[in-house]
């Protein structure tokens, strides 16, 4: 093999992994993206909407990994972890929201550290979702979320692997319990307050009566 031979080889397969790069990363932003504006449309009621930009995260996922196949070190770079992360926090929320089961990787086609940190992001989530029903008075629907959330906090625990394995989901989880340690003081403070509401409310309808 020349020296010209081998020049030519390395800038061709050089090339190939810049327009792979070139490719997956721009579609992995697009992916993060859609993931964010389908959990806005979720904690906003608006599911159908969030369904059309969960969609369009899938699309724009699907074309990064399709363009970084042949090319394992763009493809595990991190962004298109990064999205695949974001997805999953976007499917579980809706699944939450929704009262729906909650997907799994299989299902959802991502690789399982990512998932497991998308699952603990959404947890924040599923803490802002608690506070939307809490302001609206639904401490019942609250309570059953905190379950919820309670019950995947506790899937996380049990993933102990390094964090180099994990994607650090060490600390996905530890922010996930703080989360949750603070939901659980705001829905004891919201029962307190009901019951407080309702004892008088009570008091009020006895004393009408014996007027």
């Known amino acids: 093999m020349t020296l010209d031979d081998l020049t030519d080889g390395l800038h061709a397969r050089f090339d190939a992994k810049v327009a792979a790069r070139e490719q997956a990363l721009p ?19 608006e599911l159908d909407r969030a369904d059309e930009l969960i969609g369009e995260s899938r699309t724009a996922l699907d074309a990064g990994l399709a363009a970084a196949s042949s090319h394992p070190d763009v493809r595990f770079a991190g962004y298109l972890q990064d999205a695949e992360k974001e997805y999953t926090e976007a499917r579980v929320t809706r ?36 506070l939307d029903l809490l302001r609206a008075g639904d401490v019942g629907r609250a309570q059953g979320m905190l379950d919820v959330l309670e019950d995947l906090y506790g899937v996380l625990v049990t993933i102990d ?26 829905l004891a403070i919201a029962a307190m307050q009901l019951g407080i509401e309702r004892a008088l409310d009570e008091h009020a309808r006895r004393l009408e009566e014996g007027s």
Do not use: F, M, Q
């Open 27 to 45: 579609a992995a932003r697009r992916s993060i993206r859609a993931s964010a504006n389908a959990i806005r449309a979720v904690h906003r009621g």
């Open 95 to 130: 699944a939450l929201v929704a009262g729906d089961p909650l997907p799994g990787p299989d299902e959802l086609g991502v690789e399982d550290a990512p998932y497991l940190n998308g699952v603990a992001e959404a947890i924040g989530e599923g803490r802002r979702h608690i």
């Open 161 to 186: 692997y390094p964090d180099a394995i994990t994607l650090n989901l060490r600390r996905s989880t530890d922010v996930a319990r703080s989360l949750i340690e603070k939901s659980r003081g705001d």
